[in-house]
């Protein structure tokens, strides 16, 4: 399944929007891009998901562009509580397991 | 409310000592799959359950077992823990297994082998 390449740590300020970039080259045409986050030892959370189309709910948006490579989380007003490491998955392993990889570590000061 | 529990949430115990950890979803998940945690490896899938009675390894299976009679509880098994199954432990459920579907996670079951 594709690999998936974030940054390491972002910083973005309160109230602010925080955008998390993730790269996805080798993509296939029936995987979604999924992004979950994982504050602080808690047990991931999902946010969004999508297949090609632009995504938004009430946590986030998500942004794929044209050719699926790449894809940004965007999490519009950014609060403390937003502090977590976030994950862009790219399914499907045997199992189905989730490939959590790295994450980006966002840090959202006051 | 919809959730995933797990107890014990913390475990100190001696090499050896045979223990439990149990999972339960009250969404009537079909799909279970447990999951450690390690710095610097990340989630790692130690067993998963399409559905009652169906079970299968992970990445990591080596030093668990796993059962699933009930839809709802798949507990993990630990038959002679060693210290390098000191871990953080996430179960996750989802409805059933495709494209589209989230897994929700446990709260994690912090465990120490000494």
């Known amino acids: 399944d594709a690999k998936t390449t974030q940054p390491p740590s972002m910083d973005c300020a309160e109230g602010r929007a925080a955008n998390l970039p993730c790269n996805h080259s080798?993509?296939?045409?029936?995987?979604?891009v999924y992004w979950y986050r994982q504050i602080h030892s808690q047990g991931p959370q999902y946010i969004i998901h999508?297949?090609?189309n632009n995504e938004t709910n009430e946590m986030a948006s998500l942004i794929i562009t044209e050719d699926r490579k790449s894809s940004t989380l965007i999490l519009p007003h950014a609060t403390l509580r937003d502090t977590a490491v976030y994950y862009c998955?790219?399914?499907?392993?045997?199992?189905?397991?989730?490939?959590f990889g790295k994450g980006t570590s966002l840090l959202v000061t006051p | 409310e919809a959730q995933v529990t797990q107890n014990p949430r913390y475990l100190i115990t001696v090499t050896g000592k045979k223990l439990t950890v149990t999972c339960s979803q009250n969404m009537n998940h079909e799909y279970m799959s447990w999951y450690r945690q390690d710095p610097g490896l990340g989630l790692r899938q130690i067993y998963y359950s399409m559905n009652v009675e169906v079970t299968d390894k992970g990445d990591v299976p080596e030093g668990y077992k796993v059962s699933r009679k009930e839809k709802r509880n798949f507990p993990l098994i630990l038959e002679s823990p060693s210290p390098n199954q000191t871990s953080l432990y996430f179960c996750?459920?989802?409805?059933?297994?495709?494209?589209?579907?989230?897994?929700?996670f446990g709260p994690g079951t912090r465990l120490t082998v000494l």
């Open positions: 080798t993509i296939s045409g029936n995987e979604y």
């Open positions: 996750a459920s989802s409805l059933r297994v495709g494209q589209t579907d989230t897994q929700y």
């Open positions: 999508g297949l090609k």
């Open positions: 998955i790219v399914r499907v392993t045997p199992g189905y397991a989730l490939n």
